[in-house]
Every structure is written in structure tokens, then in C-alpha cells.
């Protein structure tokens, strides 16, 4: 039986920066994955699952040594975040406002994951296990017992990142609270007449908002996008039957005219969820992104806030090492979740106000709605503070 400090169960973007962090702190690390990731190469579509990585993602990331990587891969910087319901209340945050280059950058899920596998597969001080499944945890006084499917490890703390249907959360016997949205979301990723664009951008319709993500490189066409279809699910079930000539059409009727000639390449439909385990910790196993929260992904914040938890474990973890503490002491590791609930509340419970307020049918809300966003634009006083402290939340500053 192998011996480590961590077990990281998920191998996912936070599981693998979760192992990364701790192995930084000098501690022995396994990451267990069932799927093996795809090597990269540059002649590969443009994959459907992509994130807006915040700015303070992105020092997480460098801080990992991952940045250079993905640049050098693929990624595309956005300047420019658009946010309207009816025309006239279009509302625009530049990256300026806060004295930053970009507000941050479309990147593919699985180019983030890669880039943090290469990052494992180079340091000595983590092991993957891959393709390995979690099958059973024993929780004893002082350290932890993992069956996997062909191995048993034995760890003092295990760091549950594995997605929002963690078996850890189960086995550790951690309750949720949560419930399914009505609407669902598809993913439709296009070449698009014009070329890479800085900006990204998101209209409020009353069945679900349409946004619109700038993917990097050329094609035939012109550019790439990844676009995001709220509706109700009967709508997104009719999409998903739909070819892609027939989406195309539908597309260009449904979104707004900024996003010119399209051709669809690829879709899929996501349901909407909304989880939050009703702790983090039990002992010594700790749950970290979509295992501990899943949200609504309209402001593109799910990984930025699991990216987020990971950095908070490593300075909890950190500070314990420095202070002369056990840092795996189940007291200890209260820290962390001291340093993560409420945020990740607050970004949940701040998507929920924006879901409920843009889904309201009635003409006094979507009045309400649209004067705040012309007040954003015209009132020089809110323009300088809510907007640019508006953008700084959002970019994780
Ligand atoms: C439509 C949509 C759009 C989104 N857009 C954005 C965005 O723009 N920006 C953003 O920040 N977030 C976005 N998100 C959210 C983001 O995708 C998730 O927050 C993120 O993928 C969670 O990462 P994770 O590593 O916690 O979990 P996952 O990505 O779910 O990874 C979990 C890993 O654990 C592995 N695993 C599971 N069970 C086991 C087991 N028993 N044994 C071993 N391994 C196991 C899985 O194979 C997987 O690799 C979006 C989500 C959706 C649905």
C-alpha cells in the first residue's frame, strides 16, 4: 500500500491545480482520474466545453507554471464584456476601468486540464493514478484508507475534485442543498464572418440570456465563437434535434445582429444545477470546486471559484506548515472552508438574483431592469464605482 499526505480524488481543472498547490508546499501527492486526458495537438476542433478564465485564475494558473503553456497552445483574450437587454441599455466594462489588459481569457476546459497534467507529469512529489476509480474510503483517527479499483492508497487528507456528483462528498456522508433550474443551456460552437474578437458579450432575453464567447484562431470563414443558448428545456430539447443547418437558421433569428454570418460546427445541451454541499469538510476530507458548489454558469464563474478554493487550501495548509502546526489537524483544515463558504454563497446567491431578475415576465421588473443598466452608462458617478467594483468581483480581484 502507498503512503501519501494527499489523495486528490478528480482530475479534473481544480482536482489536478489542487495536487499542483500542494505538492508546491513540499507534500507527497496522488491524483486519482478515471478518464485519461487527450494529448493536444493544434490540429484539433475547437472543444465545446471552454471557461472564462478570471485574471486571478489566471495567477493561479502562473503561479502553477501552466500560463505559458496554454498561451502557447491556444487561448483568446477578451478586453471587452457587453451586457444589454433592450438596445438602448447596453452597458460596456473595458478592461481600462481597472487598469488591466484584458479581463481575462476563453480557454478550452481540456487545454487547462493538459496544461496542469504536464505540470504533474514533470514534479516528482505527485503520482497519477489514471485510469483509477474510487470504489470505497475508510476515515480512521489519523489517516484516511482509499480502495481503488486495482490499489489501495493511505493518505492523511483526502481532497475530494470530483465534480458535482462527488462520491467522495457521498462517502464522507456530506448532505447538499441545491435544485434544478428550469432552463438549460446549449453550447454552439460556430466560425463566424468576422474575425477574433476582444470582446465578450451577453443580451438578457425574456426566455433566457444568449451570449456570445470569442474562441481564438482563423477559419474559412473568418473567426470562432462559442455561443450560449439559455431556454426552457423543451426549447433546448427541439435544438438538439435540430441538424446544424437548421440551428444556423435558428440561431441567426434568435440572436442579436452584432453576431453577423455564422456556420454551426458542433452543439450540446447542459441542464442547469445549482448544488452546495452543506459543508466542506468531515474530518479529514475536503470537497473543492464542483464537488463543494455547482452554479448556474451565466456569469461564467464555476472553476474561477473552484480555482479560488484552491488557493485558499494551499494558504490554510501553508500557514499551518509555517506556524509549526499539524497541517492535516481536522481544526486546521476548518480554516479553509472559514475562507470559502461565504464567497462562494455570495457568487451563488448573486447568479440566483440575476436568473430571477432577468426571467421576470413583468413589464414594471424589465423596466426596472433596463433603467439600472441605462443609470450604469449615464450617471458618471455610479459609472466609476459600482461599475469598475462590479468588474473587479467578476475578474476574482
Ligand atoms: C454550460 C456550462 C458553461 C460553463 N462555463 C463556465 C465558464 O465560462 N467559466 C467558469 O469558470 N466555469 C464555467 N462552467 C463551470 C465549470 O465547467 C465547472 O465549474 C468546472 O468544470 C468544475 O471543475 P471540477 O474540476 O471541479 O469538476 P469536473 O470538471 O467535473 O472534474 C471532475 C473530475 O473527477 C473525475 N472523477 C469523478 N468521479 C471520480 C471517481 N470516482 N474516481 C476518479 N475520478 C473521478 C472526473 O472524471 C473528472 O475528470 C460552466 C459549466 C457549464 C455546465
Avoid at 481540456?110 to 516528482?124: A, C, D, E, G, K
Wanted: proline share 3%.
Amino acid at each position: 500500500m502507498e503512503n501519501f499526505d494527499c489523495v486528490v480524488i478528480g482530475g479534473g481543472m481544480v482536482g489536478a491545480a489542487s495536487a499542483l498547490s500542494l505538492a508546491q508546499l513540499g507534500l507527497k501527492v496522488a491524483v486519482v482520474e478515471k478518464f485519461p486526458a487527450k494529448a493536444f495537438s493544434a490540429s484539433q476542433a475547437l472543444d465545446l466545453r471552454v471557461s472564462a478564465i478570471s485574471l486571478a485564475s489566471q495567477h493561479l494558473l502562473t503561479q502553477l507554471g501552466c500560463w505559458p503553456q496554454i498561451r502557447q497552445w491556444r487561448c483568446c483574450p477578451y478586453k471587452r464584456l457587453g451586457v444589454w437587454e433592450s438596445d438602448t441599455s447596453y452597458v460596456e466594462f473595458n478592461a481600462q476601468e481597472i487598469n488591466e489588459e484584458n479581463l481575462g481569457h476563453i480557454i478550452e476546459n481540456r487545454i487547462i486540464q493538459l496544461s496542469l497534467w504536464q505540470q504533474i507529469s514533470n514534479h516528482v512529489g505527485i503520482t497519477l493514478y489514471c485510469p483509477e476509480s474510487l470504489q470505497h474510503i475508510e476515515q480512521h483517527e489519523d489517516y484516511s484508507l482509499i480502495n481503488l479499483s486495482t490499489s489501495q492508497l493511505k493518505a492523511k487528507l483526502i481532497i475530494g475534485a470530483d465534480g458535482a456528483n462527488s462520491f467522495v462528498r457521498a462517502q464522507a456522508g456530506i448532505g447538499i442543498t441545491g435544485w434544478d433550474y428550469n432552463q438549460s443551456a446549449m453550447l454552439i460552437n460556430v466560425e463566424t464572418a468576422l474575425t477574433q474578437q476582444d470582446i465578450t458579450w451577453q443580451q438578457f432575453l425574456t426566455s433566457g440570456p444568449v451570449a456570445f464567447l470569442p474562441l481564438p484562431g482563423e477559419s474559412d470563414l473568418g473567426g470562432y465563437a462559442s455561443l450560449v443558448w439559455y431556454d426552457s428545456k423543451e426549447k433546448i430539447n427541439q435544438l438538439s434535434a435540430m441538424s446544424n443547418k437548421q440551428l444556423q437558421q435558428a440561431v441567426i433569428a434568435h440572436f442579436p445582429k452584432r453576431l453577423g454570418s455564422i456556420n454551426v460546427i458542433d452543439k450540446a445541451a447542459f441542464p442547469l444545477t445549482r448544488r452546495h454541499a452543506n459543508t466542506y469538510q468531515n474530518h479529514r476530507i475536503i470537497l473543492v470546486g464542483d464537488a463543494a458548489h455547482t452554479i448556474n454558469p451565466l456569469a461564467g464563474q464555476g472553476v474561477n471559484l473552484g480555482f479560488k478554493d484552491v488557493k485558499a487550501l494551499q494558504t490554510t495548509i501553508a500557514d499551518a506548515i509555517a506556524s509549526g502546526k499539524s497541517w492535516h489537524d481536522p481544526i486546521v483544515l476548518k480554516g479553509y472552508e472559514k475562507l470559502r463558504r461565504a464567497d462562494n454563497l455570495l457568487m451563488m446567491s448573486t447568479m440566483d438574483a440575476l436568473y430571477a431578475t432577468f426571467s421576470h415576465p413583468s413589464i414594471l421588473v424589465k423596466t426596472a431592469r433596463n433603467t439600472a443598466f441605462m443609470a450604469l452608462n449615464k450617471l458618471p458617478f455610479l459609472n466609476n464605482t459600482v461599475k469598475s467594483k462590479a468588474l473587479a468581483y467578476a475578474c476574482g480581484l
